[in-house]
C-alpha cells in the first residue's frame, strides 16, 4: 500500500466519473451485456496485488455496463433519485475525509453537520422544532428507529422496559395500518420483535385505501389500552395517502401512537399545491422520509423525526469503558441509531440543502408535479393506454391496453412489456400489481428528468407494446390453425 498511487488513484475515478456524468443523458439505461459485464468481475481471491490503478481501470471500463444508469433522467423505475451536484461532491469529500460520525469525540465536524441537517429539514418539512431527529441509511432503518420508540413507549404504559426485559409476557401489541403499508415498516416489525403478523390491515377497497369507520371501532374496542398507528404519506403504486389528520385525531382521542412513513410522501409538504396531502404529520409522534429520493443526495440516506427524540438514547444507547458516557453534554448521534459506526451523510444533506434552499427544492418538486401531470395527459389521449389510478403526487399508474385483448390476456402481456422495457434499455421503469391488475408505476423524482423524458416513456412502451400485441396475435393463429 503506496501512499503515492492516491494522485493517480483519484485523477482516474476523478476523470471517468466527469466522462460518465456528462455522458448520463445519452447512456442506455440498462446495457445489452450488463449481465456479462457483472459477471466479469468474479474470480479467487489473487495472493499479489495489482495495485491501486488496474482494479480502478477494471472498474472505469467495465463497471458502467454493469451497472443501471439510475442517475440518469429517465430512470422510472421504484422511487430513486439522483445525486445534486453539490450532494455528490460532499459525498466524495465525506469518503476523503473518513469521518465515523458516531460522536462529537469521532468528529465534530459530521456531528455538527448532522444536527443543523436535521433542523433544516425539520423546517423543510414544516415539523415542529421541538422535535428531534437522526439521519439513517434509508427509510427502513428510519421507520425502525420510529417504530423502536413506539415499541419503547407501548412497553411503559404496561409498566415494562422492553430493552431491557424484551417482550416476554406482554400481550401483543396492537399494530393498525392501511393496505398502503409498506415492505419496509412490515420488515421493522418483525426485527424489533412485534411481529409482521400482529399488523392489522384495514382497507376497503382492493387498492388499500383506509377504512376510518373500522379502524375508530377496532381502537374503540381496546377500552383505552396503547395501540400503534402507523400512517402512510405517499404509497408505491399510485403515489396516493392515508388521511393523515384523520390518524391524528383518532390517535389523540384513543391515546396512540401515530407514526408515518412518509418516504417520499413527505416532500409533499414544499409545495402548497400538494401540502394538503401530508395535514396532520405535524401531530404524529414520529416521522420518516428518504434523503437518496426526492432529496436527491447519494445512496444511503433516511432520516427519522421524532417529537420524543430523547428516548432513543434509552434505546440504542451503548456503555463501554472507551465509550463516551450516555450522560456526555456532548451528542453520540450512535445512541439514536442502531449502528455504532456511522457514515457522515450529514456531507451532502447540508451541502444541498445550502446550495439550492427552500425555494430550489420546492421548485423541483412542482416541476416534478408537472411533469406526473404530463405524463398522465399522454397516457389518458392515447388509444392503446390505461390510467389505472389518479395521479396526487409523481406517481403514474398505468397499463397497455391494445385494441382487442381481453382482461385475462392483459396481465401477461404487460408482465411480458414490463421484461421488454428493461432490457430495451432508452427508459428504465418495472411493473407492479394495482387492484390486481398488472401495470406500469413510474416515479418522477429525479432532478435531471425533463419534458423530453417522460414523452420518451410513453413513445418506448407504445412501441415495445405494439410489437409484442403483434407477436402475441401471430402466436394465437398459429395455435388455433
Known amino acids: 500500500m503506496d501512499p503515492r498511487e492516491l494522485d493517480a488513484a483519484l485523477d482516474l475515478i476523478s476523470a471517468e466519473a466527469k466522462r460518465y456524468l456528462a455522458g448520463v443523458a445519452e447512456r442506455p439505461l440498462r446495457a445489452e451485456n450488463a449481465d456479462d459485464a457483472a459477471d466479469s468481475f468474479a474470480g479467487t481471491l489473487p495472493e499479489e ?77 414544516r415539523l415542529p422544532q421541538e422535535w428531534g431527529g437522526v439521519l439513517t441509511t434509508g427509510a427502513t432503518m428510519a421507520n425502525f428507529v420510529c417504530l423502536a420508540a413506539a415499541r419503547r413507549w407501548w412497553g411503559e404504559r404496561h409498566g415494562v422496559d422492553v430493552d431491557e426485559q424484551g417482550l416476554a409476557g406482554l400481550p401483543a401489541p396492537p399494530v393498525f395500518s392501511s393496505g398502503y403499508l409498506h415492505s419496509s415498516s412490515y ?46 404519506a405517499g404509497e408505491v403504486n399510485a403515489g396516493d395517502f392515508d388521511p393523515i389528520a384523520e390518524l391524528a385525531e383518532l390517535a389523540e382521542a384513543h391515546g396512540a401512537w401515530l407514526h408515518v412513513d412518509g418516504a417520499f410522501g413527505l416532500f409533499a409538504r414544499l409545495s402548497p399545491r400538494a401540502s394538503h396531502l401530508a395535514e396532520g404529520v405535524e401531530r404524529a409522534h414520529s416521522a420518516t422520509a428518504d434523503g437518496h429520493k426526492w432529496l436527491n443526495v447519494p445512496h444511503d440516506c433516511g432520516f427519522a423525526f421524532l417529537r420524543d427524540a430523547a428516548s432513543l438514547s434509552r434505546i440504542f444507547g451503548a456503555t463501554a469503558a472507551y465509550l463516551p ?14 449502528e455504532g459506526s456511522r457514515r457522515a451523510r450529514s456531507f451532502a444533506t447540508w451541502a444541498t440543502l445550502r446550495a439550492y434552499g427552500r425555494r430550489g427544492y420546492r421548485e423541483m418538486v412542482e416541476g416534478h408535479l408537472d411533469l406526473a401531470q404530463r405524463l398522465a395527459g399522454r397516457i389518458d389521449q392515447a388509444p392503446d393506454l390505461e390510467r389505472l389510478a389518479e395521479v396526487p403526487l409523481n406517481i403514474v399508474c398505468f397499463r397497455y391496453r391494445p385494441e382487442g385483448v381481453g382482461e385475462k390476456e392483459l396481465d401477461a402481456l404487460n408482465a411480458r412489456l414490463g421484461e421488454a422495457v428493461l432490457a430495451d434499455g432508452r427508459v428504465y421503469v418495472g411493473t407492479t400489481r394495482y387492484e390486481g391488475r398488472v401495470a406500469f408505476r413510474p416515479a418522477i423524482v ?22 409484442l400485441a403483434a407477436q402475441s396475435r401471430v402466436e394465437t393463429a398459429r395455435s388455433t390453425a
Open 49 to 125: 496485488g495489482e495495485g491501486a490503478l488496474e482494479p480502478l481501470r477494471k472498474l472505469v471500463e467495465d463497471g458502467p455496463d454493469a451497472s443501471i444508469t439510475s442517475a440518469g433522467g429517465r430512470f422510472f423505475h421504484f422511487v430513486i433519485g439522483g445525486a445534486t451536484p453539490a450532494g455528490l461532491a460532499a459525498d466524495w469529500f465525506a469518503s476523503a475525509l473518513d469521518q465515523n460520525a458516531a460522536s462529537w469525540v469521532t468528529s465534530p465536524l459530521a456531528t455538527r453537520l448532522e444536527l443543523v441537517t436535521i433542523d433544516w429539514l425539520k423546517d423543510l418539512f
Open 187 to 232: 420488515k421493522s416489525l418483525g426485527m424489533l420483535g412485534i411481529g409482521q403478523e400482529t399488523v392489522r390491515i384495514l382497507s376497503r377497497d382492493g387498492a388499500g385505501r383506509l377504512d376510518v369507520p373500522a379502524l375508530r371501532d377496532a381502537l374503540s374496542s381496546l377500552d383505552g389500552a396503547p395501540a400503534i398507528l402507523i400512517g402512510n
Open 325 to 338: 458516557g450516555l450522560d456526555d453534554p456532548r451528542p453520540t448521534l450512535a445512541y439514536s441509531t442502531p
Open 446 to 467: 429525479n432532478w435531471r428528468t425533463g419534458p423530453e423524458d417522460v414523452d420518451l416513456l410513453v413513445d418506448v412502451v407504445q412501441e415495445l407494446g405494439a410489437q
